[in-house]
């Protein structure tokens, strides 16, 4: 798929975040966007920043959701419609947790179109992500989503094709191979776009548990380039910090490659995965693949570390112990369903059947559809971009109900 199209489907995921389309012989649509890790490098964890960000994050402007504001990205209308096999329906009006026990700090994914390598920090299409990722969980907490300066869609996809171009020339040979002279290596005083991004996401954190934590129990969740940004925040301010680390409920870095203490270092010396919905200080890890679309040689996702062989963590948020269980999936209207609904949202409980698979050099989770002939539902929920993607865009679509259920379980809520 060209850059074009790329961007192209990306610009309507973003302007059009939550509706779900079925797949078409491009590859397909639905609802999130972001970045690769170990192609593009945007969602890995940036290396130790240096940098200290001028962000001013007792500005509430900069926040895409924030208890203490009105009319935020979150403040959506977010009733929906749960739809059964048999096509009838269910309204289900959505009631936020008003001042909830237990908070949770977001980080978008790859959603920016700004130019550059940076983003600005006024909220325009990362609004889109707040709505469909971030906004339910005000069912169980108290939601924080700091605006951070992203790379944005037009990086990201500029960094493909240069690896692409690399690629291809390694491949090639010349006579002229090694002639060229090197180009000039860039100021060293000004920060990598990762580092630039990171050191906002490092002042936010900081800013919300110094001014608004009070002591509460905490949720991260990040998809993609987020969890990747989230990934470095962990390492340096959580996990070897006792006192915050016993406040951390869990840490969904959803849409990255976490290494697994299964061969080679964990992660993390102190947060292992989630192994039961009742365990606290933990790790949940996934990037998702239909069963008939396993991920390629070339995946994004997944892939086991190639120079100590650590494997990457899947943990299943359906079935956090092992084996497979249902999904508690959540789209935007206009999309997906194939039954006509009067709510802003859909929802399919047990459509969607979710289990961690390995093969030699891949960790990922894996989504049937558990349609029969006859069943209202839809055979195609999307989310596919090309085949080294997987369905990245709905990783979190698909799991959502199952996320915010867990949430609630840690906090000891009903």
Sequence with gaps: MSRQRLLGAFAVLVLFAGACTSSDDSGSTSENEEETSETTGSDEAPEEAEYVSDADYSDQSIWLCHPAVDGDACDIDLDATLIAADGTTTVEPFEPLVDAPVDCFYLYPTSSTDPGENSDLVPDSEAAMA????????????????????????????????????????????????????????????????????????????????????????????????????????????????????????????????????????????????????????????????????????????????????????????????????????????????????????????????????????????????????DARPADVGGRLTPEWGTHLSDVNMTIGNLIELVKTQSGGE
């Design 131 to 374: 709505h469909n990722q971030i906004a339910r969980f005000a069912e169980v907490c108290n939601v924080y989503a700091p605006m951070y300066r992203s790379i944005p869609l037009g990086a990201l996809f500029d960094r493909i094709e240069e690896r692409q171009a690399e690629e291809n020339d390694e491949s090639g040979s010349s006579e002229d191979e090694g002639d060229e002279e090197p180009e000039e290596a860039a100021d060293s005083s000004e920060p990598a776009p990762a580092e630039f991004a990171y050191a906002d996401v490092e002042a936010a954190f900081a800013h919300y548990m110094a001014e608004d934590n009070d002591g509460k129990p905490f949720v991260l969740v990040g998809h993609s380039q987020g969890s990747g940004m989230m990934r470095t925040l962990v390492s340096e301010q959580i996990d070897d910090e006792d006192e915050v680390r016993a406040q951390l409920l869990s840490t969904m870095m959803i849409g990255t490659s976490v290494r697994s203490d299964s061969e080679g270092d964990p992660e993390f010396a102190n947060i292992p995965p989630c192994e039961s919905p009742d365990q606290t200080g933990c790790v949940i890890s996934f990037a998702t693949f239909y069963e008939d679309e396993p991920p390629p040689e070339s995946s994004f996702f997944g892939r086991r570390d190639p120079e100590d062989g650590a494997r990457v963590l899947c943990t299943n948020p359906a079935h956090l112990a092992g084996g497979s269980g249902p999904l508690s999936s959540y789209y935007g209207a206009g999309g997906t369903e194939t039954v006509a609904v009067t709510t802003p949202w859909v929802h399919y409980e047990g459509l969607l059947v979710s289990e961690c698979v390995s093969s030699e050099d891949v960790d990922w989770l894996q989504i049937t559809n558990t349609r029969q002939e006859g």
